[in-house]
């Protein structure tokens, strides 16, 4: 019997998952195919961070597409609990990005004043943002305060939106090996797989780091590389951080139940999740100069996880110029969870046919 699909997903990711999510809830017959568990890679190491202004410059596409998806969440968080029952923990507890220097403060300064203005930001000098967060290291040169900015709980987040698929008529298939693609002429039209061949009139790989490996076998020059990150997180009795701070080399995200998650370092290139002592040595050493107290912090767990990042520094979303029926979503990043919910309705608005966005282009240069 030929199992026919009319979106078939390689991919359990966030990015995955978020696709599958806005396919099935219009109407489609999904199957999403997991080579392990629905996130277990990168989108169970993730921080949850929802900052639009940390990375991203405010003159881009990549912006706009950023906080139009951050302002997604409020709605998505109560989607999911409803229709899967699963909290996200979606948080809007606002971001600080620390100064360390004068130099930094002036570029800051400048950020906060060619804001947007429907963003609410603001620049702290030190006496305010110590008013704000009282228990930050007095050695800091003020911070930007981006109010609409959140965390939400990557894995929870990955999970619900894999559940509310099934419950919208998905299918999912885990601990499942993609092997190759089959084809037709230039035409994709599924996969072949360790359960089996799957058919499909659209196949969208959103394998993140490992997307690469898979288009290797359709010999397409895809330009994407790994990058390792490490993290660890602690536990505080009561709050002495209310807001996600974020600096260069470190932020700082309070979570539900007094937990602090710390992150992350960079190695690129590499697919080892080892961690490693340097690693969390350098992070213990950033964390703790910008908030002393956690000196005294219980330790919980540390984690590595592998993020999909492109040499032109984007994503990829889009349809394959060299193959039909075939798209293409991964690159996010470090900037997968906050890009989440909008690359799923971009990608299923791609494959119906509607208008897309200008990021929506496969290019490789």
């Known amino acids: 019997m030929i199992k026919q699909y009319d979106a ?9 998952c978020s696709i599958a999510y806005q396919m099935s809830k219009r109407g489609k017959k999904v199957l999403l195919i997991e080579k392990d568990r629905l996130a277990g890679k990168a989108s169970q190491a993730a921080a949850g961070m929802l900052g639009v202004q940390t990375e991203l410059k405010g003159n881009g596409p990549l912006y706009h597409l950023a906080k139009e998806s951050r302002d997604m969440y409020p709605s998505l968080a109560r989607d999911l609990k409803e229709i899967s029952g699963m909290d996200i923990e979606y948080v809007e507890n606002g971001m600080i990005k620390l100064a360390r220097t004068e130099e930094e403060a002036q570029e800051l300064v400048e950020t906060a004043s060619i804001a947007s203005r429907g963003e609410q930001i603001r620049w702290l000098s030190p006496n305010t943002l110590f008013s704000y967060e009282p228990h930050l290291s007095k050695d800091v040169a003020g911070g930007l305060y981006i109010p609409k900015d959140g965390n939400v709980s990557a894995p929870k987040l990955t999970q619900a939106l894999g559940s509310a698929s099934k419950m919208q008529g998905a299918e999912i298939s885990e601990y499942t090996d993609v092997y190759d693609f089959m084809k037709e002429r230039n035409k994709i039209t599924g ?14 790989v959103a394998g993140g780091a490992w997307s690469r490996f898979l288009l290797d076998r359709l010999e397409m020059k895809f330009k994407s590389f790994p990058v390792k990150g490490e993290c660890f997180s602690v536990k505080v009795p009561g709050k002495i951080v209310e807001r996600t701070i ?11 139940g007094g937990r602090l998650l710390i992150g992350a370092t960079e190695h690129p290139h590499t697919f080892d999740e080892t961690i490693t002592i340097g690693g969390l040595m350098s992070l213990m050493h950033l964390a703790t100069s910008i908030l002393p107290e956690l000196v005294d912090a219980k330790w919980e767990k540390a984690w590595a996880g592998i993020r999909p990042q492109t040499e032109q520094g ?41 208008e897309s966005h200008p990021l929506l282009s496969y290019v490789r240069r």
Do not use: Q
């Open 314 to 354: 984007v994503p990829f979303m889009g349809r394959s110029e060299e193959w039909k029926g075939l798209s293409i979503a991964t690159g996010h990043y470090r900037n997968g969870i906050l890009l989440a919910p909008i690359t799923g309705v971009l990608m299923a608005d791609l494959i119906e046919g509607k």
């Open 246 to 256: 974020f600096t260069e080399g470190c932020y700082i995200v309070p979570k539900v």
């Open 8 to 16: 078939l997903i390689v991919g359990g990711g966030v990015i995955g």
């Open 191 to 204: 996969v072949r797989t360790s359960k089996g061949d799957f058919y499909a009139d659209e196949t969208i």
